[in-house]
């Protein structure tokens, strides 16, 4: 295989990359979005949305939350996820000197339209193994039906 000279030490170019990732990591900016509907990699938490016959399901990945803590809200067919994750770095233990942050901490913030055949007033939200999970029902008029051919 071929040396890529992003990777060669010392390279110019492999400096380049390193200060771009540094500053990435500072700004909180990892990069475009991928397609129209994607947001930026690195947007806490990530979900998954998709739909069933039934329901419109939502599902959002944020290990380490207090359930109490986590918002969800419906308003005007936006589905709104917001909450607060703690640094995990113990108060009690004086100052502490962190030399590398990996896990984000602080509040966040998702939003998600949802289709105009859904019902406000039929939503279930379930946190469990890190995993939040947001069904949404759809209106019984929106969901399939089979006729029956005579």
């Known amino acids: ?74 308003d005007r067919g936006v589905l709104r996820i917001a909450g607060e994750r703690s640094s995990g770095i113990p108060d009690a233990a004086g100052k502490v000197n962190v030399y590398t942050r990996e896990r984000g901490a602080g509040s966040f913030m998702r939003a998600v339209s949802l289709p105009d055949d859904i019902d406000p007033g039929q939503v279930n939200a379930t946190y469990r193994d890190g995993v939040l999970r947001v069904s949404v029902a759809r209106r019984e008029s929106a969901q399939p039906k089979r006729i029956t051919v005579q």
Do not use: C
């Not at 390279?11 to 397609?35: A, K, M, N, T, Y």
């Open 1 to 74: 295989m071929y040396e890529s000279i992003l990777n060669h030490p010392g390279s110019l170019f492999g400096q380049f990359e390193r200060l771009r990732r540094e500053l990435d990591d500072v700004f909180g900016v990892s990069g475009l979005p991928g397609s129209i509907r994607s947001v930026a990699p690195g947007t806490v938490p990530a979900i998954n949305v998709g739909r069933t016959p039934n329901s419109v399901e939502v599902y959002a990945f944020a290990p380490g939350l207090d359930a109490s803590k986590i918002e969800v809200t419906i």
